[in-house]
């Protein structure tokens, strides 16, 4: 470093400590892109310029990196930290080419791991990101492009405050000469890629350019897809095309959002004040799948489980916060009321109908503008529950999304195209107690201003928020693997209508697509404690028991995780209870022995919704409890048929990830952390209740019980009026089971919900239960199982309801 080099930092630095806010993304790149501080790190950057070395230099000292100021020594001689991939001031003829300084460099440190087998220097690519406004479409500039001075201070002075440092996975210097060798081609060849990997990563900060909303108008309906349903308009209702163009129009504009970045910007302030006034703090995991997805150029598709209003503001926050783009939402049209709508508008979202039947020329539109987004690299969101859970469970996935979602990628898409499955958690749902009372059939209140204004009132620390993004899908690899030879032109001749292979593989998409929502689950406090009260018969635990009941769960979760996705608490049970216990939602009574945490009636109805999203994670291991207490010995292999006939339902309910041939593994492996617990005991190869801890197992088996007797329901009525048709075997169900819920305290909303009836009734028609030739006697036999894993006052309850509806 020069002595002018010197002396012109020095003065940057006291004005840039206040006209610069910096953030690094991701917030500790040692752990996520496992960065070995041991080993020489270099900075790889786009630009020369003193003003971003600072900024890093500030952020660097803060995480523990090497500052890219100090030189690098090795074997006694100094060396640069950092390399540039463009000079200060350089042409544009001359901005492709690599500064020679740079090449020098690159070349020097490639060569030094000739003589050095143990050097390994890691080249970590870093930009330093000066706001994020997207380019306006005819206005475009080059995502890598040096600017001047002049320019530089302009951005600094607008942008200070918001500035994103951005480190990349690192690229082994090692693995480069020992594979590519160490000469000035190689460093060419480097740069090359760095290029291409920093205009990506600007691409992925700021999004593609956004259009004139009225611009983007006269594109769409310009297109002959549009200009057709037009036409079929106005023949179909005998009007003047002006007037089919003028509804076409309209349609366009209550459709089709107005993204504004200064409103992302502004709403991320507001939003980071909200969550912070809202909860206790958030907690994010997996982001770096979704980084590397957008750096690689994916057409990324949120698709999350919808809890709440919050959801889509959340998700926008977080993935802004994380220095990636907001997405474009599909929000109900319900929601575009004044004021919420046009700020949600501008925030991206852009507005469906709850249904296109009978209307072509929406539906064409719609498909058309949901093109034109994936088509210019827009990422979208849409909720593909169709509405918000009121139960807490997830619910069977609406398809036409996801049917749109390849019908354009039939027409032909140049990036692939990737669903990433996202579950949002709370630990308060602010529109719980509302959907409670619409589960006893109180009208849903319609949204608008006033109903904000009332929430807006009730806002107080809500706990911890969570948001878990679940394992991709590739949707051409899926497609690839389900239907070959899908893209050929055969296929994507007309984009209304669908191939005849479509609606088996959406299917099959939207069933992997909630199942890896659910795998990406998180427990938390409330969750926890909300399943274990639940589970007891008077809603009331010791807080010992509770604390207890509280290590199973958290031991299951650890010791036989359900998945790669999933979170589990580092904290204790202890911790857990104490920290749930201040979201004030038990009642505290204390004696000489200790305080009883317990739930109200009104309690023990909500809570269901927050046991609910996190029942899934527990069947299998309840249904494994419960096996055991009620059949008091039970060999592995029995244990296995057992669950083998009643994990099929489980599956489809539930959206368990287990195949049916992982099922036996899985299974063991719980088997042997129960015992692990001391909760049963194997004896001469069988196990039983081991009785000094049978009130753990007790509550452990207790989740799935409600489940199980749904089921027998069901199949109770399936034998005793074998030729029932499935309306009235669906509705007399429902009919019995709110019979059941009102004789025996169950509070479950759920437990007479009609969707899950459905879901069962589907199951059993795949399962044959319903149209085989052996259907009587599997029905039989899955009845008399469900029996001997009811109390005998369910059984006769049951047996009752049905002799009278006959």
């Not at 692939?416 to 509302?434: A, D, K, R």
């Not at 409330?526 to 009331?540: D, E, F, I, K």
């Not at 096996?627 to 008091?632: D, F, M």
């Amino acid at each position: 470093m020069s002595y002018g080099q010197m002396i012109s930092r020095s003065f940057l630095k006291l004005p840039l400590s206040f006209l610069v806010k910096g953030k690094t993304i991701p917030a500790n790149p040692t752990e996520e892109l496992q960065l070995d501080l041991g080993k020489p790190i270099v900075y790889a950057m786009p630009f020369n310029s003193d003003i971003d070395l600072i900024s890093l230099q500030t952020q660097t000292k803060a995480l523990g990196l090497p500052d890219p100021l100090t030189p690098l020594v090795i074997n006694g001689k100094e060396y640069d930290r950092f390399v540039f991939l463009t000079s200060k001031g350089m042409t544009k003829q001359s901005k492709k080419v690599l500064p020679k300084q740079s090449v020098e460099l690159f070349t020097q440190l490639l060569k030094l791991h000739q003589g050095d087998s143990e050097l390994d220097i890691q080249m970590l690519p870093t930009s330093v990101l000066w706001g994020r406004k997207p380019n306006k479409e005819g206005k475009e500039k080059p995502y890598l492009e040096a600017i001047s001075a002049c320019q530089k201070t302009r951005l600094l002075l607008s942008s200070g405050r918001d500035c994103l440092i951005r480190f990349s996975p690192v690229v082994s210097l090692r693995y480069m000469a020992d594979t590519h060798g160490v000469d000035e081609t190689i460093a060419h060849k480097l740069a090359r890629v760095a290029r291409i990997h920093f205009s990506r990563q600007k691409l992925a900060a700021s999004g593609p350019s956004l259009p004139q909303r009225q611009v983007l108008f006269n594109r769409l309906l310009k297109s002959p897809e549009i200009q057709q349903a037009i036409a079929d308009e106005a023949k179909s209702k005998k009007i003047s095309i002006e007037k089919a163009q003028k509804q076409a129009q309209d349609i366009l504009d209550e459709i089709a959002a107005d993204f504004s970045y200064s409103l992302i910007k502004t709403g991320a302030t507001f939003l980071g004040w909200l969550w912070n006034k809202l909860y206790q703090g958030l907690n994010i995991n997996n982001m770096a799948t979704v980084r590397k997805l957008a750096q690689d150029g994916h057409e990324i598709i949120y698709v999350p489980c919808h809890r709440s209003h919050m959801d889509y503001l959340l998700l926008s926050y977080v993935l802004h916060h994380e220095g990636m783009v907001p997405p474009h939402i599909a929000a109900g049209v319900n929601l575009n009321f004044f004021p919420a709508g046009p700020i949600f508008r501008r925030g991206g979202a852009f507005f469906i109908r709850r249904t296109f039947k009978g209307n072509k020329l929406y539906s064409t539109i719609f498909r058309e503008y949901l093109a034109e987004l994936f088509t210019k690299g827009y990422s979208v969101e849409f909720f593909s529950e169709g509405g918000r859970s009121r139960t807490g469970r997830l619910l069977q996935a609406k398809t036409g999304m996801l049917a749109m979602t390849i019908q354009t990628m039939l027409r032909g898409l140049n990036r692939p195209v990737t669903l990433v499955p996202v579950y949002i958690g709370y630990e308060h749902v602010m529109e719980v107690s509302t959907y409670a009372k619409e589960l006893t059939g109180k009208r849903k209140e319609k949204e608008n201003a006033g109903m904000v204004l009332k929430t807006i009132r009730k806002l107080r620390n809500f706990g911890q928020g969570y948001v878990n993004f679940g394992e991709p899908i590739n949707l051409n690899q899926f497609l690839n693997e389900e239907v070959p030879g899908w893209s050929s032109k055969d296929n994507s001749a007309d984009p209304a209508q669908k191939p005849q292979w479509m609606n088996p593989v959406v299917a099959k998409l939207a069933n992997q697509m909630m199942t890896r929502i659910n795998d990406a689950a998180a427990t938390n406090a409330l969750t926890l404690c909300a399943t274990a009260l639940l589970a007891s018969n008077q809603r009331a635990l010791s807080r010992k028991k509770l604390e207890q009941q509280i290590s199973c769960y958290l031991s299951l979760l650890t010791q036989v995780p359900y998945s790669d996705t999933s979170t589990v608490p580092n904290t204790t049970a202890s911790e857990l209870v104490e920290h749930a216990q201040k979201l004030d939602k038990f009642v505290i009574e204390g004696d000489e022995k200790g305080d009883i945490i317990s739930l109200d009636r009104k309690q023990s109805i909500l809570m269901t919704y927050y046991r609910n999203n996190i029942i899934h994670l527990f069947a299998v291991p309840s249904l494994i409890a419960h096996l055991v207490i009620q059949k008091e010995r039970i060999s592995r292999n029995e244990l296995q048929q057992a669950i083998a006939l009643i994990y099929p339902f489980l599956k489809a309910e539930l959206f368990l990830h287990h195949e049916q041939e992982a099922l036996e593994d899985y299974v063991n492996s719980l088997v042997d952390e129960l015992i692990r617990q001391q909760l049963i005991i194997e004896q001469q190869d069988e196990l039983s209740i081991n009785p000094s801890q049978v009130q753990t197992l007790i509550l452990l088996s207790r989740t799935i019980v409600e489940t199980l007797q749904r089921y027998a329901v069901a199949l109770t009525q399936l034998v005793a009026i074998p030729d029932i048709d499935k309306s009235t075997l669906e509705q007399q169900s429902q009919n019995i089971a709110q019979r059941l819920g009102r004789l025996h305290g169950i509070n479950a909303p759920e437990f007479f919900d009609k969707g899950v009836f459905t879901t069962f009734f589907q199951t059993l028609k795949l399962q044959g239960y319903i149209e085989s030739a052996d259907k009587h006697y599997k029905t039989q036999v899955l009845v008399d199982l469900l029996g001997e894993l009811l109390s005998p006052e369910i059984q006769l309850t049951l047996q009752e309801s049905i002799l009278k509806k006959n």
